[in-house]
C-alpha cells in the first residue's frame, strides 16, 4: 500500500510522463492506427458498392451499432474496475470469478443480439426503410457474440493494467475487416451481384476480424493463465458480483447507447420522409433532376393511381394499406420508391464518412483530457487543472476550425476526388453544410470529456439527449420539404451539436473555476480558419478555370468540364496552399502559446523554433 500511496508523487514529478498527450499515447497511437486502417476500408468500399450499397452498408450498420453498445458499452468498464480492485488486494480466485461471470453475461447478451439480427432482419430492415440492407444485418449477426466475448477478455487484460492485448486486438479485427471486407465486396461486384449483396460481402469482413481477434485474445488469456500461481481467497457470491458488475455497467450503456440509438431512429425517420416527399409531392423531384432519372418512378406511379378510384389522395398511408393488402402495383412502386431513397441517402452516407474524419482525430485529445486534468485535480491543483482545460480547448478549436471551414469550401471537389462512384454534385453540397457540424461537434467532445474529468459524469449525456431529440425533430420536418429534401439531413447536425456545445459550455463557465475566457479562445483560430478558407477557394476556383476544357455537344452547345485528374490537381493545391496559409497565421496571431505547447511531447522545443513567448 505504501508503494502504490507514492506512484502519483513519482508520476508528478516526472516531467517526460506528465505531458499532455503522455499519459494516453499508447492509447491514442491504437486508436489512431485503427481509425486509418478504417479510412482506408470505407473510402475504396463505396466507391466499389456505389451509392444504394452505401445506404445498405450504413442502415444494417447502425442496427449493429445499437444492439453492439448494448451488448458491451458497460460491461468492460465494469470488468476492469472490478478485476482491478480485486488484483490490488492479491484476490485471484475473485478475479476469476469475475471474469467468468463477465463472460456468461457477455455470452447472454450477445446470444440474443444475434438472435434478434438473425431472425428478426427483415424487420429490423423495414424499421430502418431499407429492406435491401437485411442481407448485411444477418451478415453481422454473428459479430455480435464475438465482440461481447472480445469485450470480456479486453476487460480482463484491462483489469490486469495491460493495455497492449487490447490494441493489438483491435488492430487486427480492423486489418481483417479492411483485406476480407474489401476482398469480398469486390469479387461480389465482379461475380454481378446487387449492390445489397456486395455490401453484405464487406460487411462480413467485419464479422471475420471479430473472430481472428477474438481467437488473439483467447490465447492471450490461455498463456497468461498458465503463468498464474495458486490462491487462497474466497471470492463473492455470484449474485454479489453480478449486481456490482451491472450497477457500473447499466448507467454507462444507458448513456452510451443514447448517441446510436438516436443515429438509427434519425437514419430511419430522413429516409423514409424522403419516399413520402417524392411520393406526395412531386415538385421535389426538380431538387435531383440534374442527377436522377425519374421515369422509372413517374412510370410506377401511374400504374399505381389507375388501380385508385378517381380522386384518391396519394399519401404514403394510402400506399402502406395497399401493401398490406398485397396489391403488386403498390408493391412495385414501394420498391422503386426506396431504390430512389437509397441512391439519395447513399449519397448523404458517403459525405458522413469523410465527416467523421475530423471527430476520429480528436480521438487522441479527448482520450488524454480525462487523465490530465483528473490528475491536476487528485493534487489538489485547480489552476493547473484549469490550465489543461484551457489548452486543451485551445488545441482542439485551432484543428476543429480549419478542418471545418476546409470541408465546408471544398465539399465538392473533395467528394469527387474521393468517391468518384458517388454523385458530387449531391454529396458535396451534403458534406460542406456537415463541415460546419465539425466546428460544433469536435469542440462538444472535448467539452464532454473535460466535463467528466471534473466528475460530472452524466451531465454530457443529458446534454447530448436533448440535442438529439432537436437533430430528430428537425429532420423530420425539413427533409420533406420540396425545396430542401436531403440537403435538410445535415441541418439537425449543425442545430443538435451547435446546442450540445453551448450547453455545455455555459455548464463549464459555471462548474469550472479559472475556466478561459471562450471569446479569445475561439477568436484567432476562427479568423485564421476563414482567411485559410478564402485562400483555398480562391486557388481551386483558379486553377480548375485554367484545367477546364471546352466541347461541343451534339445541340451545338458549348459544355465546360474537369477532369477527373483537373479536379485532383486544384483540390489538392487548394489544401496545400491552406495548411499553409492557417500555419503561418496561427504563429502570426498567437493563437497558440509555449504554455500550450509545452503539455505536448516536445512542445518546448516547438516553442523555441516557432519563437513563442
Given at each position: ?36 486502417i ?10 466499389i ?19 453492439l ?30 471474469f ?26 423495414g ?39 487490447t ?62 500461481g495458486?490462491?487462497q ?8 458480483i ?23 431512429i ?6 423514409g ?146 468517391f ?100 479569445p ?71 497558440i ?21
Amino acid at each position: 500500500m505504501a508503494q502504490h500511496s507514492h506512484a502519483p508523487r513519482r508520476v508528478a514529478r516526472s516531467g517526460k510522463q506528465n505531458t499532455f498527450f503522455g499519459g494516453a499515447a499508447i492509447l491514442a497511437v491504437g486508436i489512431m492506427v485503427v481509425k486509418l486502417i478504417g479510412m482506408f476500408y470505407k473510402i475504396p468500399l463505396i466507391n466499389i458498392i456505389g451509392e444504394q450499397g452505401s445506404a445498405d452498408f450504413g442502415n444494417a450498420y447502425n442496427i449493429y451499432a445499437v444492439l453492439l453498445t448494448v451488448s458491451t458499452a458497460g460491461l468492460p468498464v465494469a470488468v476492469s474496475k472490478l478485476v482491478s480492485e480485486a488484483n490490488a488486494t492479491g484476490r485471484q480466485n475473485q478475479v476469476r470469478r469475475v471474469f467468468r461471470l463477465s463472460l456468461a453475461l457477455f455470452l447472454t447478451l450477445g446470444v440474443l443480439s444475434f438472435l434478434i439480427m438473425s431472425f428478426g432482419s427483415a424487420q429490423l430492415a423495414g424499421l430502418m426503410n431499407d429492406d435491401q440492407a437485411a442481407p448485411g444485418i444477418r451478415a453481422l449477426a454473428p459479430a455480435v457474440i464475438c465482440v461481447g466475448c472480445l469485450s470480456a477478455f479486453r476487460g480482463y487484460a484491462q483489469g490486469h493494467g495491460n493495455m497492449a492485448p487490447t490494441a493489438v486486438s483491435q488492430i487486427i479485427e480492423a486489418l481483417c475487416k479492411l483485406v476480407v471486407g474489401l476482398g469480398l465486396a469486390y469479387w461480389l461486384v465482379k461475380a454481378g451481384a446487387d449492390q445489397s449483396h456486395a455490401a453484405a460481402g464487406a460487411i462480413t469482413g467485419v464479422t471475420v476480424g471479430t473472430i481472428v481477434a477474438l481467437a488473439y485474445m483467447l490465447l492471450n488469456y490461455l498463456l497468461g493463465r498458465s503463468r498464474e500461481g495458486l490462491a487462497q481467497d474466497t471470492p463473492d457470491s455470484n449474485g454479489t458480483i453480478v449486481k456490482n458488475l451491472l450497477m457500473i455497467a447499466v448507467p454507462i450503456t444507458i448513456s452510451s447507447s443514447m448517441v446510436g440509438i438516436v443515429t438509427v431512429i434519425d437514419s430511419s425517420l430522413v429516409q423514409g420522409q424522403l419516399q413520402r416527399a417524392l411520393l406526395e409531392n412531386r415538385d421535389c423531384w426538380a431538387l435531383y433532376q440534374d442527377f436522377m432519372s425519374f421515369d422509372k418512378l413517374d412510370s410506377a406511379l401511374k400504374a399505381w393511381q389507375a388501380t385508385l378510384p378517381e380522386g384518391s389522395s396519394i399519401t404514403m398511408s394510402l400506399l402502406s394499406d395497399q401493401l398490406d393488402q398485397g396489391v403488386q402495383t403498390a408493391a412495385t412502386l414501394h420498391d422503386v420508391l426506396e431504390e430512389a431513397s437509397r441512391t439519395l441517402y447513399g449519397n448523404y452516407n458517403g459525405a458522413l464518412n469523410i465527416y467523421n474524419l475530423p471527430t476520429s482525430l480528436m480521438a487522441a485529445i479527448t482520450a488524454a483530457v480525462i487523465p490530465a486534468v483528473s490528475g491536476t485535480l487528485a493534487r489538489r491543483d485547480r489552476k493547473g487543472a484549469s490550465r489543461v482545460a484551457g489548452s486543451a480547448l485551445r488545441i482542439s478549436a485551432l484543428l476543429a476550425f480549419p478542418m471545418g471551414v476546409g470541408l465546408y469550401v471544398l465539399g465538392e471537389p473533395i467528394m469527387a476526388l474521393i468517391f468518384p462512384s458517388l454523385t458530387a454534385q449531391l454529396a458535396g453540397p451534403l458534406l460542406s453544410t456537415l463541415g460546419l457540424a465539425t466546428v460544433f461537434v469536435c469542440m462538444m467532445l472535448v467539452c464532454n470529456s473535460i466535463l467528466q474529468a471534473y466528475g460530472f459524469v452524466n451531465l454530457p449525456v443529458i446534454v447530448m439527449l436533448a440535442g438529439g431529440v432537436v437533430k430528430i425533430v428537425l429532420n423530420y420536418n425539413v427533409v420533406v420539404l420540396p425545396q430542401v429534401g436531403i440537403y435538410g439531413a445535415p441541418l439537425g447536425n449543425i442545430c443538435c451539436f451547435a446546442l450540445c456545445l453551448i450547453l455545455d459550455l455555459i455548464v463549464m463557465s459555471r462548474v469550472i473555476p479559472g475556466r478561459p475566457k471562450y471569446i479569445p479562445l475561439f477568436a484567432k483560430p476562427a479568423a485564421a480558419a476563414a482567411v485559410m478558407g478564402l485562400g483555398a477557394w480562391a486557388v481551386h476556383g483558379l486553377l480548375a478555370k485554367l484545367l477546364t476544357s471546352s466541347a461541343v455537344n451534339e445541340a451545338g452547345e458549348t459544355v465546360y468540364t474537369l477532369s477527373k485528374m483537373g479536379n485532383a490537381v486544384s483540390t489538392l493545391a487548394a489544401i496545400l496552399v491552406a495548411v499553409v496559409i492557417y500555419g503561418v497565421l496561427v504563429i502570426v496571431l498567437r493563437a497558440i502559446t509555449k504554455e500550450d505547447l509545452s503539455l505536448m511531447p516536445k512542445g518546448e522545443k516547438i516553442a523555441q523554433i516557432l519563437h513563442l513567448s
